[in-house]
């Protein structure tokens, strides 16, 4: 993508565009997309609220549940959040390999 195109792109960004398609872009999905994975990663987070809350009564039960599952979504969301990253700086026409 040019400079130009990517700085038409800016000034034709609405909050609709900001609010509703700039995120999903920026890791490669589209908005129906992105629903489905960032709903998803909340229904397992709800999930894993009550196994915080059975342990919390129980100290017996899910142990390392919880623990476990969190570290497994923190590197689902890594790589995730990394295109984000670069998909921004490349936007940006910023491209260091050293960021």
């Known amino acids: 993508m040019s400079q130009t195109t990517i700085d038409r792109a800016r000034r034709c960004s ?3 565009d900001r609010l509703f398609r700039d ?3 920026e890791v490669g999905e ?23 809350f059975a342990h919390a009564l129980v100290p017996g039960v899910h142990k390392t ?14 790589g995730r959040a990394e295109e984000a990253k ?6 940006a026409g910023v491209w260091d390999v050293g960021l």
């Open 65 to 78: 549940t919880v623990s476990t599952a969190i570290r497994g979504m923190a590197q689902e969301m890594g």
């Open 30 to 52: 589209t908005y129906f997309q992105h629903m489905a994975a960032s709903g998803g990663f909340g229904f397992r987070l709800l999930r894993l609220a009550g196994a915080a």
């Open 86 to 91: 670069q998909s921004r700086m490349r936007d």
């Open 23 to 25: 995120h999903p872009r």
């Open 14 to 16: 609405t909050p609709f």
